[in-house]
């Protein structure tokens, strides 16, 4: 893979010639460009009225035109699966590379700590740095058009030769590395040298096996290549279009037009062809293919550097409350701190206020006001919406406000406790009241009939209670279009009879009502 920097402009980037597909599409495209000025120098000379008309310009222009947005279509949409094929496969080696490495570090840190077990730790850490880097070689390997690819790892002086005979006559080398792996970890979980609890080691588990997860998925790329009978058919068009180019063009446009055309379409269309051959495989040695030899070299060191006693021990701090407290900043690099010319713009902070006792009242009371504001519009939508419905709503509504009324009103001279000079002492009986009788006398009744007005009351309590209920069942509606439920049924369970006919008139819906007392307190 070619290393390169766009800059500002990228201007250099179209000068260079290592790695291009120009010389490739130039080798296709300047053959096309001087066939089309011979044919078309010919038709020019010795064409006759059959080729030098409209018609056949016009078919021409065409039949070439369609050709070539085909083409495009065609190999765009190939040249686009090929760099996601190239782009996957890089990112499927990095996900193997970090998980194995997360992998390794895990089971270095995992190492005991006591002085009599360094030099077992020491021949574990060293093995475990081999195999790694071996893992990472046949991983390579497995993914390369060439499965015989040489890479570098490090040394592997020490290990028995019996292993390695085995391991060169298995034919997944990467599961049987996988496997001593995973079985040296239990082994010297046994022995000591990896004191941590098996949940705790799982996770070196964990993270190897998803690296060789993601290499599989790599190996989808290198085995799997664009299909057949698609790359058959892109190329024999694309020979086609090339054959028919000059001609299709001599006739459609003059010579100079012709040879500009064939030059500029085959040698974009050819491009876009070879950019997909050379992205399509992404794991050879090719010159824009991954670079694997690099992956390859840095892998052994990040491995080698972790070897290192330094990279095992956590650097000591020498804590200082008077300077670490005021955290300072400073630069990576050690230089004068960087000071931008323009100040950095304050975006503000956002707070989060919290509302006392009488800001939460006015809010409920706000929010209430609100509230009733909204039924009233629902209310005088569903009025406009059936007119029916809202007469019986507001019918209802005005008999159960006249009942209550009439509630309070019992309720309220009950509660008096010193009744008036004038009145009787209670006791008086059978005392008829009349609409025209004088106002010490009309006292004087309701205060003699004092025991049955507890008993009145309680009944216009259930007489409203009762309207609310039927109210509910005729079918009245709510502001929202539903049946009314603001009166609770509760009231219903102990029904008492209602008030006598001959204290009680009757209102325009059959609702009974005090006609002949009047009371004025």
Not at 153 to 179: H, Y
Not at 441 to 464: C, F, G, Y
Not at 466 to 478: E, I, K, M, Q, R
Request: net charge negative; aromatic share 8%.
């Amino acid at each position: 893979m070619i290393d390169y920097r766009a800059g500002t402009w990228g201007l250099h980037v179209a000068l260079g010639w290592n790695g291009s597909l120009a010389p490739r599409a130039l080798t296709m495209a300047i053959p096309n460009a001087v066939l089309t000025f011979i044919i078309a120098t010919l038709l020019t000379q010795f064409g006759d009225e059959t080729y030098n008309n409209e018609d056949t310009y016009r078919h021409a222009s065409l039949v070439i035109t369609t050709t070539t947005v085909v083409m495009t279509f065609i190999l765009y949409n190939r040249s686009r699966t090929s760099y996601n094929r190239w782009w996957e496969g890089g990112t499927l080696l990095q996900k193997t590379r970090g998980e194995w490495f997360n992998a390794y570090s895990s089971i270095l840190s995992f190492t005991t700590t006591k002085p009599e077990m360094q030099e077992q730790v020491e021949a574990y850490t060293h093995l475990l740095a081999r195999l790694m880097s071996l893992l990472m070689c046949c991983g390579l390997q497995q993914v390369s058009p060439n499965r015989d690819r040489p890479f570098a790892i490090i040394d592997l002086e020490g290990i028995e030769p019996a292993s390695m005979e085995f391991l060169n006559s298995a034919p997944d080398k990467v599961e049987i590395i996988l496997q001593w792996i995973q079985r040296s970890m239990v082994l010297h979980m046994q022995t000591g040298v990896l004191p941590v609890a098996p949940p705790i080691l799982s996770r070196a588990f964990q993270e190897v096996s998803r690296g060789i997860v993601n290499l599989q998925n790599a190996r989808k790329i290198a085995d799997f290549p664009y299909p057949y009978p698609l790359a058959q058919v892109s190329m024999i068009l694309q020979l086609l279009h090339w054959a028919m180019t000059p001609m299709a063009a001599s006739l459609a446009m003059p010579r100079g037009w012709a040879v500009l055309f064939s030059f500029s379409s085959i040698f974009t269309l050819w491009c876009i062809h070879f950019n997909a051959l050379d992205l399509e495989f992404p794991f050879g040695n090719r010159v824009n293919d991954l670079p694997m030899n690099e992956m390859q070299q840095d892998w052994n060191n990040s491995i080698s550097t972790l070897l290192d006693k330094r990279a095992t021990r956590p650097p000591k701090f020498e804590y200082e409350p008077m300077v670490h407290n005021q955290l300072l900043i400073a630069m990576s690099d050690a230089c004068s701190l960087y000071e931008p010319e323009k100040s950095v713009l304050h975006k503000g902070n956002a707070t989060i206020n919290i509302p006392d006792k009488k800001s939460k009242r006015r809010s409920v009371v706000v929010s209430r006001r609100m509230q009733k504001e909204v039924d009233s519009d629902e209310e005088d939508s569903v009025d406009k919406a059936d007119p029916d419905a809202s007469a019986k709503r507001k019918k209802a509504e005005k008999d159960i406000e006249e009942l209550e009324a009439y509630a309070k009103m019992l309720g309220r001279i009950e509660g008096e406790d010193d009744a008036p000079a004038g009145i009787p002492p209670a006791g008086t009986n059978d005392v008829a009241v009349s609409a025209g009788s004088p106002p010490a006398l009309h006292k004087e009744a309701l205060h003699n009939e004092a025991p049955e007005r507890n008993k009145n009351s309680q009944e216009a309590t259930n007489d409203v209670a009762l309207l609310a209920a039927s109210t509910l069942d005729s079918g009245p509606l709510s502001s929202s279009g539903a049946p009314r439920n603001d009166i609770s049924r509760e009231k219903l369970t102990n029904p008492k009879p209602p008030v006598e006919p001959h204290l009680l008139g009757a209102t325009s819906s059959g609702t009974t009502l005090p006609e002949r007392i009047s009371v004025s307190i």
